[in-house]
């Protein structure tokens, strides 16, 4: 059984830095990358980045690039989301996904159960 467990959500302000943490256990079938994605209550769950597991190529959301780094520690099978210069538009729950290398929601088979972001003004 795959697990997904993130961690790091918080509360903060305008222009802080906060770093999500998303730690995996059991062996994720087909799955060649891992991914952030982002939802707010009434809208839908929006890409924020991904991480080809066994390579180099990330992926990010046109709103977060040059923001926010995902990178990934492949012996502790965790992977983060360094996200700097938060603005109260990034305030969402946060969650951490598994699956194939794409923006798209449905390309992710596994998923965690979100950590909440908030951003004041």
């Known amino acids: 059984q795959v697990q997904l467990v993130e961690s790091g959500g918080a509360l903060v302000q305008t222009g802080d830095s906060l770093k999500l943490s998303c730690a995996a256990s059991g062996r994720t079938y087909n799955s060649d990358s891992r991914g952030w994605f982002r939802q707010v209550p009434g809208k839908e769950r929006e890409f924020v980045a991904s991480i080809i597991w066994d390579g180099t190529s990330t992926v990010y959301a046109d709103s977060v690039k040059g923001r926010f780094t995902i990178s990934k520690d492949k012996a502790k099978n965790t992977v983060y989301l360094q996200m700097n210069s938060l603005k109260p538009e990034d305030t969402a729950v946060y969650y951490c996904?598994?699956?194939?290398?794409?923006?798209?929601?449905?390309?992710?088979?596994?998923w965690g159960q979100g950590t909440q972001v908030t951003v004041s003004s």
């Open positions: 996904a598994a699956g194939s290398y794409s923006r798209k929601e449905y390309d992710y088979n596994y």
